[in-house]
C-alpha cells in the first residue's frame, strides 16, 4: 500500500488574477510571463520533456488558468479543478495518445483538454462551433473514446485492452496502457462494476484510476460511499501506522505481529478486500494533489501486470477556496467574477419547468401519503431539494443508478405506492429495459417526470432528450404527456399521477411562455386535444413546448392550431374530424421525427384509410452539436423562420389551399 500525509490545502490568490476579459479576448497565451510553463506546452510531450520538479510549477498555472478560463465562459469547474495535479501526471507517466486514456463522465476533462492542444480554445467550450463539452473522439486523438453518461470508463477501457492483446498486430512491440479515469460517483452504477467483475476474471493489462472526493454533482449516497468514507479517514490511521512500521523492526515478534494485524484492519478500513476480491489489484489510497506521490504510484503500478486499481482521494474544488466550501453549486457554473465567486441569482421573472414540478411535487405529497419520490443522483437538477427536505422519508436518492431507480419504482407499485420518478431524459435512456419490462409491461402505477426534454443545448448531443416520444410511445399501457406551459405541465403531472399504470410527463429545460400556475391539482381528460385556432385548407398538430412558434405561423398562415397535449393515447376523433375538412397537415415537435409524435398522426390517418399531404417537422436524424437552445433548434430547423420556410416550401400553395377549404 502506498501512503502519504494530507497536505495542507493551497488556494489561488484570486485577487492576483486579471480580469478575464483582459485576458481571454486574446485567441492566444502570448502573456507568457504570466504563465511560463503551461504556454509552452502545446501537446503532452512537450510536458514529458520537463524534469519532475517543474511539474508542480506547471499544476499551479493550469489550476489558474482553469479557474480564470471558465470564469471567462462558464462550464463544468469543480471536479476539473479536483483532477488538475491528477491529469498531469497521468499525461507525465504515460504516452498519449498512445497509450489510452479514458475519462468517465467528462466533467473532470478541461485540464486534459488544455495540456492536449485545445488550451487557447478553452473558453468556446460548449458554445457553437466550440470545443465539446465532454471527450470526443471527433475532436482530438486523445480523447479516445466519447462520453456523456457516467461510470462507462472501466467498459470501454477494458474493450480497448482485451482487442489490443487478441487482434493480430494491434500490440506489436511496447504493448501500450489503457488507463480508466472513474470518479466515485460513478462508481456506484451497476455497470461500473459490470466491467470490474469482467476485467478481473480476464486479467487484462489494464489500470483503473479510482478518484475519490466524495462527490458526483451533489452528495454521494449508499454504502460504497460510506466505505469511501472510511478510506478517507484511513489517512490519520495510515499515517500512524508508517510510523509505526519505522519504529518496529521488521523480524521481530512485534513487527510480525504488527504485519498480520495490518492486513487484517486493511479489510476494515479501506476497500481494498472489496476491489481484489474482483481480481484488482489495489493500490492506496494516496492523495491525489501530492505530485511526488502520484508520480511514484503511477510509475510504480504502469510495471505491473493485470488488473489494477490506484485509489486516489481528492478534492472537488480544490485550489478554489468558494469551490471548496460549495461545491454542488461550483460543480457548473456560467461566467463570473473569480475574484468575487457566484453572483447570488436574483431568480428568473417565471418559473422553469423544473421548478413547477418541485413545487407539484411538493403539493401532491401533501395530498397524498403514497407518494414516494425516486431521484438517480440528480437531485438539484430534476428539482427535488425542497422535496428531499420536507418528505426524508419519502425521498430516495439512488445514486447514478437508473436501471435500479426504475425497477425500484416497480417494486413500490407492487405493494401500493405511488411513485414518482424525477429523471432527465436523456438518463431515462440507459433505464429503457427497466421501462419496458419492469414496468410497462406489468401496467404498474409509475409516474416519469422526464425534464430537459427535446432540444437541451449546451451540453451537446449526449444530453439532448431527442428520443423519449419515439422509445416511450411504442409502449403498450404507456400515457404520454407533452405540456405546452407552466400550467399544462402542472395539470399533466396530477393527470399522470391520478391514472392507474404507467404516465410520462415530458417537459424542456428552462422556462416557458408564462401561463398563470393554479394552485389546484387538477386533472386533464385523458387523450382530448385543445383546439387553439379555427384556419383553413392547413392543420398544424402541435406537441408539446413547439406550441408557441406555432401559433405564430398559425396566425401568419390562417391555419388552424391544436395542442395535441397527448402522445399516447392521441385524440384520434379530433384528427380524422380535421383531416377531412383540411387539405394538408403540418405536426411539430422537438423530438426525434423518426418514430415521433407526427408518426403516430400518420399511422392513425392510415388507419382511418385517410390519405393526405403531412409535413412532419422535428428533430433530424443526427446528432446535433452543441450550443444554445435557440441556436440547436435553429440548426434543426425548428425556429420560427426554419418553420415557416418548410411549411412554405413543402406547401407553395397555401393560397390555393385555404381557397378551397373556405
Same mark, same amino acid.
Given at each position: 500500500m502506498i501512503v502519504c500525509r494530507p497536505q495542507a490545502t493551497r488556494h489561488v490568490h484570486i485577487g492576483a488574477l486579471a480580469p478575464p476579459w483582459l485576458w481571454?479576448?486574446?485567441?492566444?497565451?502570448?502573456?507568457?510571463?504570466?504563465?511560463?510553463?503551461?504556454?509552452?506546452?502545446? &501537446? *503532452?510531450?512537450?510536458?514529458?520533456?520537463?524534469?519532475?520538479?517543474?511539474?508542480?510549477?506547471?499544476?499551479?498555472?493550469?489550476?489558474?488558468?482553469?479557474?480564470?478560463?471558465?470564469?471567462?465562459?462558464?462550464g463544468h469547474f469543480g471536479a476539473g479543478l479536483g483532477v488538475v495535479e491528477l491529469t498531469v501526471a497521468l499525461h507525465r507517466v504515460f504516452d498519449t495518445p498512445t497509450d489510452r486514456l479514458v475519462w468517465d463522465v467528462g466533467h473532470q476533462c478541461?485540464?486534459?483538454?488544455?495540456?492536449?492542444?485545445?488550451?487557447?480554445?478553452?473558453?468556446?467550450?460548449?458554445?457553437?462551433?466550440?470545443?465539446?463539452?465532454?471527450?470526443?473522439?471527433?475532436?482530438?486523438?486523445?480523447?479516445?473514446?466519447?462520453?456523456?453518461?457516467?461510470?462507462?470508463?472501466?467498459?470501454?477501457?477494458?474493450?480497448?485492452?482485451?482487442?489490443?492483446?487478441?487482434?493480430?498486430?494491434?500490440?506489436?512491440?511496447?504493448?501500450?496502457?489503457?488507463?480508466?479515469?472513474?470518479?466515485?460517483?460513478?462508481?456506484?452504477?451497476?455497470?461500473?462494476?459490470?466491467?470490474?467483475?469482467?476485467?478481473?476474471?480476464?486479467?487484462?493489462?489494464?489500470?483503473?484510476?479510482?478518484?475519490?472526493?466524495?462527490? &458526483?454533482?451533489?452528495?454521494?449516497?449508499?454504502?460504497?460511499?460510506?466505505?469511501?468514507?472510511?478510506?478517507?479517514?484511513?489517512?490519520?490511521?495510515?499515517?500512524?501506522?508508517e510510523r509505526a512500521k519505522r519504529a518496529i523492526p521488521k523480524q521481530s515478534f512485534l513487527g510480525r505481529w504488527f504485519k498480520r494485524w495490518e492486513e487484517h484492519a486493511k479489510g476494515?478500513?479501506?476497500?481494498?478486500?472489496?476491489?481484489?476480491?474482483?481480481?484488482?489489484?489495489?493500490?492506496?489510497?494516496?492523495?491525489?494533489?501530492?505530485? *511526488?506521490?502520484?508520480?511514484?504510484?503511477?510509475?510504480?503500478?504502469?510495471?505491473?501486470?493485470?488488473?489494477?486499481l490506484l485509489h486516489v482521494i481528492t478534492t472537488k474544488g480544490k485550489g478554489y477556496a468558494p469551490a471548496e466550501q460549495a461545491q454542488i453549486e461550483y460543480h457548473a457554473v456560467g461566467p463570473f467574477d473569480p475574484q468575487a465567486g457566484l453572483a447570488k441569482k436574483s431568480g428568473p421573472a417565471k418559473p422553469t419547468y423544473t421548478d413547477v414540478f418541485s413545487d407539484w411535487l411538493c403539493d401532491q405529497a401533501a395530498a397524498d401519503p403514497r407518494l414516494l419520490g425516486i431521484t438517480p443522483a440528480m437531485r438539484e437538477g430534476?428539482?427535488?431539494?425542497?422535496?428531499?427536505?420536507?418528505?426524508?422519508?419519502?425521498?430516495f436518492d439512488v445514486a447514478i443508478a437508473e436501471q435500479h431507480a426504475v425497477t425500484l419504482a416497480a417494486g413500490m407499485a407492487c405493494e401500493g405506492a405511488k411513485p414518482v420518478v424525477a429523471i432527465y431524459s436523456t438518463f431515462l435512456q440507459r433505464a429503457y429495459d427497466q421501462a419496458i419490462h419492469d414496468v410497462a409491461l406489468q401496467n404498474l402505477d409509475v409516474t416519469f417526470a422526464i425534464d430537459r426534454a427535446g432540444v437541451v443545448g449546451p451540453d451537446g448531443a449526449t444530453h439532448a432528450g431527442s428520443f423519449d416520444l419515439s422509445f416511450l410511445r411504442c409502449l403498450p399501457n404507456m400515457l404520454i404527456m407533452a405540456p405546452a406551459d407552466e400550467n399544462e405541465c402542472r395539470m399533466m403531472?396530477?393527470?399522470?399521477?391520478?391514472?392507474?399504470?404507467?404516465?410520462?410527463?415530458?417537459?424542456?429545460?428552462?422556462?416557458? *411562455?408564462?401561463?398563470?400556475?393554479? *394552485?389546484?391539482?387538477?386533472?386533464?381528460?385523458?387523450?382530448?386535444?385543445?383546439?387553439?385556432?379555427?384556419?383553413?385548407?392547413?392543420?398544424?398538430?402541435?406537441?408539446?413546448?413547439?406550441?408557441?412558434?406555432?401559433?405564430?405561423?398559425?396566425?401568419?398562415?390562417?391555419?388552424?392550431?391544436?395542442?395535441?397535449?397527448?402522445?399516447?393515447?392521441?385524440?384520434?376523433?379530433?384528427?380524422?374530424?380535421?383531416?377531412?375538412?383540411?387539405?394538408?397537415?403540418?405536426?411539430?415537435?422537438?423530438?426525434?421525427?423518426?418514430?415521433?409524435?407526427?408518426s403516430g398522426v400518420a399511422e392513425c390517418l392510415a388507419a382511418h384509410g385517410i390519405t393526405l399531404p403531412i409535413l412532419h417537422l422535428g428533430l433530424p436524424d443526427v446528432y446535433l452539436d452543441h450550443g444554445s437552445r435557440e441556436e440547436v433548434l435553429s440548426m434543426a430547423g425548428l425556429d420560427l423562420p426554419g418553420i415557416r420556410n418548410a411549411i412554405r416550401a413543402r406547401f407553395p400553395q397555401l393560397g390555393a389551399l385555404n381557397q378551397a377549404s373556405a
Open positions: 481571454f479576448n486574446n485567441t492566444r497565451m502570448n502573456e507568457l510571463t504570466r504563465y511560463p510553463l503551461l504556454a509552452n506546452i502545446e &501537446s *503532452p510531450a512537450d510536458l514529458r520533456r520537463l524534469p519532475d520538479d517543474q511539474l508542480p510549477g506547471v499544476a499551479d498555472e493550469l489550476r489558474r488558468y482553469l479557474i480564470e478560463a471558465v470564469a471567462s465562459s462558464g478541461y485540464p486534459h483538454k488544455i495540456l492536449t492542444g485545445r488550451r487557447d480554445r478553452i473558453t468556446t467550450i460548449k458554445k457553437k462551433d466550440g470545443l465539446a463539452p465532454f471527450p470526443s473522439r471527433e475532436e482530438s486523438e486523445y480523447d479516445t473514446f466519447g462520453v456523456g453518461h457516467s461510470s462507462t470508463s472501466i467498459s470501454a477501457a477494458l474493450g480497448m485492452a482485451i482487442a489490443a492483446q487478441r487482434l493480430p498486430g494491434k500490440d506489436v512491440g511496447e504493448p501500450r496502457k489503457f488507463v480508466a479515469i472513474i470518479g466515485d460517483g460513478a462508481m456506484t452504477a451497476g455497470m461500473a462494476f459490470e466491467a470490474l467483475n469482467h476485467g478481473g476474471g480476464i486479467e487484462p493489462n489494464m489500470l483503473v484510476v479510482f478518484n475519490d472526493n466524495g462527490m &458526483s454533482i451533489s452528495e454521494n449516497v449508499g454504502a460504497l460511499t460510506k466505505m469511501m468514507a472510511r478510506a478517507m479517514a484511513s489517512r490519520t490511521l495510515n499515517s500512524w501506522r476494515m478500513f479501506v476497500p481494498s478486500t472489496l476491489f481484489e476480491e474482483l481480481g484488482f489489484h489495489y493500490t492506496g489510497p494516496i492523495d491525489g494533489h501530492d505530485l *511526488p506521490q502520484l508520480l511514484h504510484a503511477l510509475r510504480t503500478v504502469k510495471e505491473l501486470p493485470g488488473p489494477q430534476s428539482g427535488l431539494v425542497r422535496f428531499s427536505k420536507e418528505y426524508p422519508q419519502r425521498y403531472l396530477s393527470t399522470g399521477f391520478q391514472h392507474q399504470g404507467p404516465a410520462a410527463v415530458r417537459y424542456p429545460r428552462g422556462t416557458g *411562455p408564462g401561463a398563470v400556475l393554479r *394552485p389546484e391539482l387538477d386533472t386533464l381528460p385523458i387523450g382530448k386535444a385543445e383546439l387553439r385556432r379555427r384556419g383553413h385548407g392547413l392543420a398544424i398538430l402541435s406537441f408539446g413546448a413547439m406550441l408557441a412558434p406555432a401559433a405564430t405561423i398559425a396566425a401568419e398562415l390562417d391555419a388552424t392550431l391544436v395542442n395535441m397535449r397527448f402522445v399516447k393515447p392521441l385524440d384520434e376523433s379530433m384528427i380524422v374530424e380535421l383531416a377531412r375538412s383540411h387539405a394538408a397537415f403540418v405536426t411539430l415537435e422537438d423530438n426525434a421525427v423518426a418514430g415521433g409524435a407526427g
